[in-house]
């Protein structure tokens, strides 16, 4: 059965709006919590389970944890889900440095979503992915890499919020965790 009540763990007020925006039209009452919880290094998908775990087990009841990924496709997908520490390192404006001295500029933005029920309970993952490439910055410069990330002539920060909802990486993986939360109804 779907959760009524949902703790969203995050304290990155941008990542929240999205998600709220995103999540409006079903019945889940999102909450957010910030929790410091330690990464596991590894593939998305066991950085996403083992943070899903943590939170179950500190907030004792149902999770939504998230991590997002930016791939590069010159670097078989690095930094990926390390992108955080290189854009702190470099900044967004020097960001779209790293791939200077390649042709191919491709990138995917990733993002993993995982649910669970509570302590003990299976991690459920969602995941959503959007091809791009990397751009010196344009847009706004205060949520994360998006002023670097370009998608069919724009980057996500020149882009509306509700348009980028629509084709982003969180927006998908979003979509599929609102098909499955009608499915457990």
């Known amino acids: 059965m779907a959760p009524k009540e949902l703790n969203f763990i995050t304290g990155n007020k941008n990542k929240l709006k999205e998600v709220q925006a ?30 899903c775990e943590r939170a179950a087990d500190i907030v004792k009841g149902p999770v939504l944890v998230e991590d997002t990924c930016l791939c590069f496709d010159a670097f078989d997908e690095l930094p990926g889900p390390y992108v955080k520490w290189f854009l702190k390192a470099l900044g967004v404006h020097q960001f779209h440095k790293l791939l200077a001295g390649f042709d191919d500029k491709s990138a995917q933005a990733v993002c993993t979503f995982g649910y669970c029920e509570g302590p003990g309970h299976e991690v459920i993952i969602f995941q959503g992915r959007t091809h791009g490439k990397i751009v010196e910055a344009r847009g706004p410069t205060n949520f994360g890499w998006d002023a670097c990330f370009e998608y069919e002539g724009q980057t996500y920060a020149e882009m509306r919020g509700d348009e980028k909802n629509k084709i982003s990486h969180r927006g998908k993986a979003l979509e599929k965790l609102k098909e499955w939360l009608k499915q457990e109804v």
């Open 22 to 51: 995103i999540l409006s039209e079903t019945s889940v009452k999102l909450q957010s919590q910030s929790l410091d919880l330690p990464e596991l290094q590894g593939t998305i998908e066991d950085i996403t389970k083992d943070k």
